[in-house]
């Protein structure tokens, strides 16, 4: 069982940057893949990215890609989501994920309130 808890949340001016972090308890295992997704006011949730655990690779969707970078500190079972050049349709609540493979999510966080205001 893996718990998972974000931070970082708030509210950032457009063009800004703001930082999230992921801290997970319990068993990671070298073949788990953290990430983040977020949702939107009346919208479905979306993939923003995940980070592969064993070696640290990552995958963006294209929405994010040269603006968010994904990252992870082992020795703190922890991965954040450092985004930058914020603008206001990255508003959204952003959830904390980790799969034990690449096409599962098996477990969420709770979830942070992100807000880009104009």
């Known amino acids: 069982q893996v718990q998972l808890a974000e931070s970082g949340g708030g509210l950032v001016q457009a063009g800004g940057s703001l930082r999230l972090s992921c801290e997970a308890s319990?068993?990671?295992?070298?073949?788990?893949?953290l990430g983040w997704f977020r949702q939107a006011p009346g919208k479905e949730r979306e993939f923003v990215g995940k980070?592969?655990?064993?070696?640290?690779?990552?995958y963006y969707t294209d929405s994010v890609k040269g603006r968010f970078i994904i990252s992870r500190d082992n020795a703190k079972n922890t991965v954040y989501l450092q985004m930058n050049s914020l603008n206001p349709e990255d508003t959204a609540v952003y959830y904390c994920?980790?799969?034990?493979?690449?096409?599962?999510?098996?477990?969420w966080g709770q979830g942070t309130q992100v807000t880009v205001s104009a």
């Open positions: 994920v980790a799969g034990s493979s690449w096409w599962s999510y098996d477990y």
């Open positions: 319990g068993r990671i295992f070298r073949s788990y893949y």
């Open positions: 980070l592969k655990w064993s070696d640290g690779t990552t």
